[in-house]
């Protein structure tokens, strides 16, 4: 693998342009672009047999797609090596694209690292916390000791895409981003947005269905929209393909590669048991009131995944930092509702509207956690209710 990613690098360095009596081209920049709210984040962490990388933007924001795509892809591999295990045992990624243009050299660069046992992903395009930066990656892969077994529903053709529409790893099933294609042929299912959200559905459906699950076996899901306007009528096909127990879920609004789609959803899947499903308890102690479409957590087995919060509230409407807090109270309600607390937490990812109020928000996040933050990702992006400036998802596990 190392000699992969040193062939994209090399590749890389030879598409920079060069001028007349130049040396060879400047090494990548040891110094990182990270922002302070990003690089807070602890940059791995391992439990249950998973390892969890957090978002990596490029060491060089200034150089060209591929030399950023090179460093991001090493430094991923220096975490997984460091965490022991290898990137060719990646089974999830989640790619923010600064630039919808950058997809198809996004999937050179992919299919480099990995050519064979390509892990899932989800692909969005939006704003980075670093205004040059063009690809921010996070991952999760296998522990050395975890079974990593890919799996594709019989009968459908293989996407000219370079990921797997599913990864089992031990009991848990990561889905690739869908949008609205259909499995067996790949083919474009274009229409409104409650065609789409029962395209996606019904194609998650299928894969699920090939590693011996359903959708009663979703513990988590992200849901990206293009328009905001498609929040309930997405709600309304939606609710229907999880009548009881909804998975836990964030949906935001995001930019996704193609005009075409209007949605994409990402899933994660468990087989272990007992399954739960948890409303945050309100501030004065008393029960909480499930929602139709979501549950506040879903706790399978020793792994705890919680909705994306939102913190609007009375005082709080266009505080960044005051819905954080109040973000965090509700996670923090709803954890120690199912016995688990911030030591508990694993991976984490915070949604934000505005790029200014990032370092705030991750400062406030910070002391709560105790002083150390999680593996995490700050994504910049547009929230469903109209007064929120922030959105955080926790997975928590024992």
Excluded at 53 to 81: H, M, N, Y
């Amino acid at each position: 693998m190392t000699l992969k990613l040193a062939a994209l690098a090399a590749a890389a360095a030879a598409s920079m342009p060069t001028c007349a009596g130049a040396g060879p081209p400047a090494p990548i920049a040891q110094a990182s672009a990270r922002p302070p709210a990003q690089a807070a984040f602890a940059p791995a962490a391992s439990r249950g047999g998973l390892v969890y990388v957090s978002a990596i933007l490029p060491p060089d924001s200034s150089a060209a797609f591929e030399t950023q795509a090179a460093g991001v892809f090493e430094e991923l591999k220096a975490r997984l090596d460091g965490a022991g295990t290898t990137i060719d045992r990646v089974v999830s990624a989640t790619v923010v694209l600064a630039d919808a243009g950058d997809f198809p050299a996004l999937n050179a660069a992919w299919n480099a690292v990995w050519p064979a046992g390509r892990p899932t992903r989800t692909t969005i395009v939006g704003r980075l916390p670093v205004a040059s930066a063009r690809l921010q990656v996070s991952a999760i892969a296998a522990s050395a000791g975890t079974s990593r077994e890919i799996v594709v529903p019989p009968g459908w053709q293989a996407s000219a895409l370079p990921y797997s529409p599913a990864i089992r790893a031990g009991d848990t099933l990561f889905l690739s981003g869908i949008v609205s294609r259909r499995g067996a042929d790949n083919a474009v299912v274009t229409g409104d947005i409650e065609t789409q959200t029962r395209t996606v559905l019904d194609h998650a459906s299928a894969v699920l269905q090939a590693a011996g699950l359903s959708l009663s076996d979703v513990t988590a899901a992200r849901v990206f929209l293009t328009d905001v306007g498609d929040f309930e009528r997405m709600n309304a096909v939606y609710r229907t393909y999880f009548p009881s127990a909804p998975p836990a879920r964030a949906t935001v609004v995001a930019q996704l590669t193609s005009p075409d789609y209007a949605i994409e959803i990402t899933l994660v899947a468990s087989a272990r048991r007992p399954r739960s499903a948890h409303a945050t308890p309100n501030a004065d102690g008393s029960p909480g009131r499930p929602s139709p479409v979501l549950s506040s957590a879903i706790e399978a087995g020793p792994t705890l995944f919680l909705s994306g919060m939102l913190g609007v509230a009375a005082g709080a409407d266009a505080d960044a930092a005051a819905q954080a807090k109040e973000a965090l109270d509700r996670l923090e309600r709803t954890m120690k509702a199912a016995g688990y607390g911030w030591a508990d937490v694993v991976d984490s990812v915070v949604y934000v509207t505005d790029a200014a109020s990032a370092e705030a928000v991750i400062e406030i996040f910070r002391q709560r956690a105790g002083g150390r933050l999680p593996v995490g990702s700050l994504v910049v992006a547009g929230l469903v209710s109209p007064p929120a400036r922030v959105e955080i998802m926790l997975t928590a596990g024992r």
